[in-house]
């Protein structure tokens, strides 16, 4: 089965939508939100909705802490305005989207891969994986030797060999890349909603479960439009800034 890997949508509609529609035509047959489904972006509800159907039919969602924010009123080194989008974000969504962020498990297992936002050393306290050093930590700490996690804004691959040494990938979109059991393996599949590497295009990734074949995407869509809903929101606007510019 073909599964894409998304992750931090961060209420960009049109992101999503465009995603979803090119996984499609690659016939995907599930779909694993990595968490941060909210926060940043105005189309919270929408967002929410089309994952709930989704769910329902068999696709895996984990809790990202921007849901956490908004579900739970708990939030973690948030800065001043992306917590202003998280309060923006509780008062738009209705009572059963709420209860559907807030009941979102930290981490799913699932045919021997291991789902979670942000790590697997610590999943609850939301610190990123930026180097192999990093990487090395989580792939330790997963029981599982393909680790799928978000939270970084940027696509990356970090793989430890037999020896214990971790090394980072650079993938390259569209590119095949196999990954052996011999190794084990954490990737990063880059924002759906909101990218940080300065390509404004949505991030995703898929991954063969047959083949153990891993591809990553860029798939350009028009960022104006999400961006004129922050604006229109009267949301910060940095963030609507930063779906022009992907930083």
């Known amino acids: 089965m073909r599964i894409a890997l998304l992750s931090d949508v961060h209420a960009n509609l049109e992101a999503l ?56 009123r708990i939030s973690y080194r948030m800065n001043i305005d992306a917590q202003l989008v998280v309060e923006w ?3 738009h969504l209705q009572e059963w989207q709420l209860a559907l962020l807030g009941g979102l498990p930290l981490v799913c297992e ?21 180097t192999e050093f990093d990487a090395g930590r989580s792939i330790r700490a997963s029981p599982w030797g393909l680790t799928f996690c978000g939270h970084v804004h940027t696509p990356s691959l970090y793989h430890m060999a037999s020896d214990d040494r971790v090394a980072a990938f650079e993938p390259v979109p569209g590119i095949d890349i ?12 880059g924002s759906v909603g909101q990218p940080r590497d300065g390509n404004p295009a949505a991030c995703y990734a898929l991954f063969d479960d047959a083949t153990r074949q891993l591809t990553y995407f860029r798939v350009p869509y028009d960022h104006s439009v999400p961006a004129r809903k922050i604006a229109a929101a009267g ?13």
Not at 111 to 123: F, I, K, Q, S, T
């Open 235 to 247: 949301l910060p606007q940095t963030f609507d800034t930063r779906l022009v510019t992907g930083n």
């Open 17 to 72: 939508v465009a995603c979803l529609e090119h996984a499609r035509s690659l016939g995907v047959g599930q779909r694993v939100y990595l968490g941060d489904l909210v926060g940043y972006g105005a189309d919270p509800g929408p967002v929410i909705d089309i994952v709930a159907e989704g769910i329902g039919r068999g696709d895996v969602a984990v809790l990202g802490n921007h849901d956490l924010a908004v579900a739970r």
């Open 89 to 91: 974000t509780r008062a």
């Open 178 to 189: 196999p990954l052996g059991p011999q190794r084990r393996w954490l990737a990063i599949p």
């Open 110 to 130: 699932q045919g021997g891969r291991l789902y979670v936002h942000a790590n697997a050393w610590a999943p609850e306290k939301w610190e990123y994986v930026l």
